[in-house]
């Protein structure tokens, strides 16, 4: 999520909503990113009771070093694996699915519109 985000830096509670991951939870994950200096913490410019988290040059490079043997993983176990029309249906079974877990289209925007 917070190498999809603007400047690589989201609020706490809006990465905690994205990731759906509880704010303690998410808490507990940050400090051992931040222990591997990937990820660091400050307090939010629009709301110093706040705390953001921004993704490190070296977590971005983590990010881009793992991408394109990610992308090749899901390609090889779980699209090679269907045919055209599966896909498709994957797609649309998703959708369904997406409707149901994000009604306001909250994470929608995230990744594109939908269809």
Not at 24 to 31: A, I
Not at 98 to 109: Q, S, V
């Amino acid at each position: 999520m917070l190498s999809e985000a603007p400047d690589r830096t989201l609020r706490m509670t809006e990465l905690a909503q994205r990731s759906n991951a509880t704010l303690p939870r998410l808490s507990h994950v940050v400090k051992r990113l931040e222990a591997r200096g990937l990820v660091d913490r400050f307090p939010c410019k629009e709301d110093k009771r706040a705390t953001s988290a921004r993704l490190t040059d070296a977590g971005w490079q983590v990010v881009v070093d793992a991408a394109p043997g990610h992308v090749e993983t899901v390609k090889r176990l779980v699209l090679d694996a269907l045919t055209t029309e599966q896909v498709q249906q994957l797609h649309q079974i998703g959708d369904a699915l997406l409707a149901t877990l994000d009604p306001h289209g909250k994470l929608t925007g995230l990744y594109g519109s939908p269809g």
